[in-house]
């Protein structure tokens, strides 16, 4: 069965400089963001149906499988810090 997810993918972001004079990485902090995507994916389900002559069917779930394979998420542009909460500099 074919599905469409809207999926929320926590990103944690992680930056570092190289810095060449002292030979070593530089932390400049992280930031978590969150992405939210349409994902297509296939799901397999298992169902027992019973009384499917008569009027009173039953459908019981029995097992299900859902295609988890690799996600991609588009980032795009990222910024070392969330430009919403920088903090505002009143003299620029």
Partial sequence: MPLVLSVNIP??????????????SVDLGGRLTEVEE?????ATLSLEITDFDRGDQRITF??????????VAELGNVNVFDLEERPVNDEE
């Fill in 62 to 71: 029995l097992e299900g499988d859902l295609d988890t394979s690799f996600l």
């Fill in 11 to 24: 990103v944690e972001m992680n930056f570092s400089v190289w810095d060449g004079a002292d030979r070593e």
């Fill in 38 to 42: 349409k994902v297509r994916r296939r």
